[in-house]
């Protein structure tokens, strides 16, 4: 019974998936708006007022926030993995250092606000408001790589977006831990965030170049050979998994590995392109059970000064990506600056500082920055997908997609 209940649940969620992105193309209410809320509701809301009921038993949001790091890397994998396969690398080359600087200046804008406000309104010491800032001051790639495709950003900004959300990552990572090892050693070397950076980046990129130079090769003489792609999903995850354990960058290797892969001459475009729509077909599953997943964890807090400071972050969040995209001369601005969502990668970050100030002096400041991170993560996200609804239905929008057409015409 249990099974059935469980498969016929898992069916479902499939279908509202499909027809929440009917619904999107229809409407422009995005996908990402309605699974998430549907995953509130079957966990939080199905707990706190059905707690008998076998939806209650299914979605418990305790048990999901086990796996919540695995959902995250799963999510996260697949849909970089699939953005590599669709970057050209001549436009990577010619973009990357104006995504560096979008990114840096984004993301440093936002957890230096973040952290003042944290600091001069709220009264907290500045290692924990730099901790909360680093935390929420990136983008989930996730969620808004699919966005910023829907948006019709030009094929140059998107590719900046796709680097930008994949560099903050890994400046998320990276100086979120270091924060944490200076508040509980005070004599942590203050160049150590720079070199993991650094190293981060360097392996990343190596590795995932040389892999799919030569994974290349092996396809090749595998053309004949049935489930070849599932072999090659199996490479992406073992190297992930390795770059995670070794001091690279999992999202950043499975983008240069599938830019690696999609431009050279060795695979047919034939084979390229059913590997391709495969792919995509895998991440509309994957990113129907993330945005559940999302919902789900969510938890409510009652602490009205929790929702007001993650408003606030909010804020910030899209102040600080629309400067950095006038300063980069993104046109219109408006469309990179509503893409703010957080996502997973933020949950399991928060869930990790749980576990490694647990017993300690520090804890209920770290619950609040984890309170805080899970309403910020719900926000920005509904925030994003009420401002995208609205600027596609908006006759402003129109007109820009016809002249940037028009644009776009000209010059081919």
Same mark, same amino acid.
């Given at each position: 019974?249990?099974?059935?209940?469980?498969?016929l649940?898992?069916s479902a969620?499939?279908?509202?998936?499909?027809?929440?992105?009917?619904?999107?193309?229809?409407?422009?209410?995005?996908?990402?708006?309605?699974?998430?809320?549907?995953?509130?509701?079957?966990?939080?809301?199905?707990?706190?007022?059905?707690?008998?009921?076998?939806?209650a /038993?299914?979605?418990?949001?305790?048990?999901?926030? /086990?796996?919540?790091?695995?959902?995250?890397?799963i999510?996260?994998m697949?849909?970089?993995?699939?953005t590599?396969?669709?970057?050209d690398?001549?436009?990577?080359?010619?973009?990357?250092?104006?995504?560096?600087?979008y990114?840096?200046?984004?993301y440093f804008?936002?957890s230096?606000?973040?952290?003042?406000?944290?600091?001069?309104?709220?009264?907290?010491?500045?290692?924990?408001a730099?901790?909360?800032?680093?935390?929420?001051?990136?983008?989930?790639?996730?969620i808004?790589?699919?966005?910023?495709r829907?948006?019709g950003?030009?094929?140059?900004?998107?590719?900046?977006?796709?680097?930008?959300?994949?560099?903050?990552n890994? !400046?998320n990572?990276?100086?979120?831990?270091?924060?944490?090892?200076?508040?509980?050693?005070?004599?942590?070397?203050?160049? !150590?965030?720079?070199?993991?950076?650094?190293?981060?980046f360097?392996i990343?990129?190596?590795?995932?170049?040389?892999v799919?130079?030569?994974?290349?090769?092996?396809?090749?003489?595998?053309?004949?050979?049935?489930f070849? !792609?599932?072999l090659?999903f199996a490479?992406?995850?073992?190297?992930?998994?390795?770059?995670?354990?070794?001091?690279?960058n999992?999202?950043?290797?499975?983008?240069?590995?599938?830019?690696?892969?999609?431009n050279?001459?060795?695979?047919?475009p034939?084979r390229m392109?059913?590997?391709?729509?495969?792919?995509?077909?895998?991440?509309?599953?994957? *990113?129907?059970f993330?945005?559940v997943?999302?919902?789900?964890i969510?938890?409510?807090?009652?602490?009205?000064?929790h929702?007001?400071?993650?408003?606030?972050?909010s804020?910030?969040?899209?102040?600080a990506?629309?400067?950095?995209? *006038?300063?980069?001369?993104i046109?219109p601005?408006?469309?990179?600056?509503?893409?703010?969502?957080?996502?997973?990668?933020?949950?399991?970050?928060?869930a990790?500082?749980? /576990?490694?100030?647990s017993?300690t002096?520090?804890?209920?400041?770290?619950?609040?920055?984890?309170?805080?991170?899970?309403?910020t993560?719900i926000?920005t996200n509904?925030?994003s997908?009420?401002?995208?609804?609205?600027?596609?239905?908006?006759?402003?929008?129109?007109?820009?997609?016809?002249?940037?057409?028009?644009?776009?015409?000209? *010059?081919?």
């Open positions: 019974m249990y099974v059935s209940v469980v498969f649940v898992v969620l499939i279908f509202i998936g499909f027809l929440a992105n009917y619904f999107f193309d229809r409407t422009k209410i995005p996908d990402s708006l309605i699974l998430i809320f549907l995953g509130i509701f079957l966990g939080p809301v199905a707990n706190a007022f059905f707690p008998g009921s076998v939806i /038993q299914i979605f418990q949001p305790a048990t999901f926030e /086990q796996f919540a790091g695995l959902m995250a890397s999510a996260i697949v849909i970089m993995f699939e590599g396969l669709n970057l690398v001549k436009k990577v080359i010619v973009e990357a250092p104006r995504s560096l600087f990114a840096t200046a984004h804008i936002t230096i606000l973040s952290a003042a406000v944290a600091v001069y309104l709220f009264g907290w010491d500045v290692p924990f730099l901790m909360l800032g680093f935390l929420l001051g990136g983008t989930s790639a996730a808004v790589i699919p966005l910023g829907r948006l950003l030009s094929p140059e900004d998107q590719t900046v977006l796709e680097l930008e959300s994949t560099i903050t890994v !400046y990572v990276i100086l979120v831990m270091a924060i944490a090892q200076y508040i509980l050693t005070p004599s942590t070397d203050w160049r !150590y965030p720079i070199q993991s950076i650094l190293a981060a360097s990343s990129i190596v590795f995932g170049l040389l799919g130079h030569f994974w290349q090769k092996i396809l090749k003489k595998l053309r004949a050979v049935p070849s !792609y599932m090659t490479v992406l995850m073992a190297f992930y998994a390795f770059m995670e354990e070794f001091g690279g999992g999202p950043l290797f499975a983008l240069v590995f599938g830019l690696t892969l999609s050279d001459q060795l695979i047919s034939l392109m059913n590997m391709i729509q495969l792919h995509r077909e895998i991440s509309f599953f994957i *990113r129907v993330f945005f997943f999302l919902g789900v969510f938890k409510f807090s009652t602490n009205c000064l929702w007001v400071f993650a408003g606030i972050l804020l910030i969040s899209l102040l990506r629309y400067v950095s995209a *006038r300063l980069m001369q046109k601005a408006v469309r990179f600056a509503i893409l703010i969502p957080r996502g997973l990668g933020e949950a399991v970050l928060s990790l500082l749980l /576990q490694m100030f017993g002096e520090y804890f209920t400041i770290i619950k609040d920055i984890v309170q805080i991170a899970s309403i993560i926000m509904v925030l997908a009420l401002m995208i609804w609205y600027l596609l239905r908006s006759k402003d929008f129109a007109q820009v997609e016809l002249s940037s057409s028009s644009a776009q015409t000209s *010059r081919t």
